[in-house]
């Protein structure tokens, strides 16, 4: 069945520095989203991704959805103490309705 | 998100024990699901529901069942509960249009041990 891998599972960063967690899926996706848990919270959206090769961006965060869309990556510029938490990606795999996520990227920012 | 809610918050109980976790929603979505997860592992999908009468069996599905009896609640069953299904459980909901197509919204989870 479809699996997504997140590289990698930990990183620890000090504070301004950027931070890249990389999602790669075994088959093609129609889309992907990218979430982030807070430690103790829920998972909560920040982006959803659809076109081959497409570029969003929120603030200091860049997202980037692979050509093949088969892999997608979350930049963080100039980390700060807010971004602490667990970074996942969840793919829906072309010609299915359910989101596969990630084994997540937990980041802790060291001030 | 507040819309998104489930009881318990934390349950603790012993192998071999029925139990069911809940989840009641006021966003009007028609898709809900239920997830665990797992250090390490991630979220894995284990029901989801398009409408009240569908019913979709995800990644994990063996151990639990599920009863989606409204639109608005979606409920997990532990027929026998096992050590191994000690994890966090996650209910969320999407919807099918609009410019949130698709986002997931996440309830606050409850905390599972089985002794």
């Known amino acids: 069945g479809q699996q997504v891998m997140q590289i990698p599972q930990y990183q620890h960063v000090q504070e301004g520095e950027d931070f890249t967690t990389y999602c790669n899926s075994s088959t093609t996706l129609s889309n992907i989203q990218w979430y982030k848990q807070r430690p103790g919270g829920h998972p909560v959206f920040l982006i959803q991704l659809v076109k081959s090769g497409e570029v969003k961006k929120q603030k200091r965060l860049t997202f980037q959805f692979g050509e093949a869309k088969k892999n997608s990556s979350l930049h963080i510029t100039a980390t700060q103490t807010t971004d602490v938490g667990t970074y996942f990606c969840a793919g829906r795999a072309s010609g299915t309705y359910k989101y596969i996520f990630g084994t997540g990227t937990r980041l802790k920012v060291l001030a | 998100d507040a819309d998104v809610t489930q009881t318990p918050r934390n349950r603790i109980t012993k192998t071999g024990k029925r139990i069911m976790l809940e989840c009641s929603q006021t966003k009007g979505h028609d898709r809900m699901y239920w997830y665990r997860q797992d250090p390490g592992l991630g979220l894995r999908l284990i029901y989801y529901s398009f409408d009240v009468k569908d019913i979709n069996k995800g990644e994990i599905s063996d151990g639990y069942s599920v009863s989606r009896q409204a639109q608005a609640k979606f409920s997990l069953s532990l027929e026998s509960a096992i050590p191994n299904q000690t994890a966090l459980y996650f209910c969320?909901?999407?919807?099918?249009?609009?410019?949130?197509?698709?986002?997931?919204?996440f309830g606050p989870g409850t905390r599972l041990l089985v002794l």
């Open positions: 969320a909901t999407s919807d099918t249009s609009g410019r949130a197509k698709e986002t997931q919204y």
